[in-house]
Antibody, heavy 119, light 107 residues
């Protein structure tokens, strides 16, 4: 079965770029049947969908974050990545990577990784 | 963006109880409503999609109903492993948005 696992620094400084990677096992990102998304959970705004990528590199982002977000894919490593620039305390959150059922449901989810933005 | 509002925000119940959680959308989302379960320390879990379709492997005590703006998740007989937080999510329009969650606690 497909499993996802997030990795990256748990701490970022204000104004810097947050970078996370999601490793996918048990299935191929290049299979073409799914999108691959990032979602975050903050105390203030709850769960927020950030954006998705298709194995071809096509992306689609939440307009609220679009100016700061970049999602990329490395099919040779079966992983996809998130970059969020100009972070502030408001970006402190648990970040989840998920398999995206073509715009409808998210399944499965990674365990999530807490990223704290602090100087 | 479509706003999703869940009620109640928290709920106390006992094993064996029948529980219903409501999710209301700020505009019609047709049947495009999904439910998730999140237990602390675990990855969130897909329960139901397209309002009422049970994900494979999810116990039949879970059911979903509704259409348009009003939806419900029902657990027919609570089991100990069901105490968790439940979220609804719409996929009618982008960006997909979530409810704020309903925390189901032991009475």
């Amino acid at each position: 079965q497909v499993q996802l696992h997030e990795s990256g620094p748990g701490l970022a400084k204000p104004s810097q770029t947050l970078s996370l990677t999601c490793n996918v096992s048990g299935g191929s990102i290049s299979g073409g049947d799914y999108y691959w998304s990032w979602i975050r959970q903050t105390p203030g705004k709850g769960l927020e969908w950030i954006g998705y990528i298709y194995f071809t590199g096509t992306t689609f982002y939440n307009p609220s974050l679009k100016s700061r977000v970049s999602i990329s894919v490395d099919t040779s490593k079966n992983q996809f990545s998130l970059k969020l620039s100009s972070v502030s305390v408001a970006d402190t959150a648990v970040y989840f990577c998920v398999r995206d059922g073509n715009g409808h449901w998210f399944d499965p989810w990674g365990q999530g990784i807490l990223v704290t933005v602090s100087s | 963006d479509i706003q999703m509002t869940q009620s109640p925000s928290s709920l106390s119940a006992s094993v064996g109880d029948r529980v219903t959680i409501t999710c209301r959308a700020s505009q019609s989302i047709s049947k495009y409503l999904t439910w998730y379960q999140h237990t602390p320390g675990k990855a969130p879990r897909l329960l139901i999609y397209t309002t009422s379709i049970l994900r494979s492997g999810v116990p039949s005590r879970f059911s979903g109903s509704g259409s348009g703006t009003d939806f419900t998740l029902t657990i027919s007989s609570l089991q100990p492993e069901d105490f968790a937080t439940y979220y609804c999510q719409q996929s009618y329009s982008s960006p997909r948005t979530f409810g704020q969650g309903t925390r189901l606690e032991v009475k």
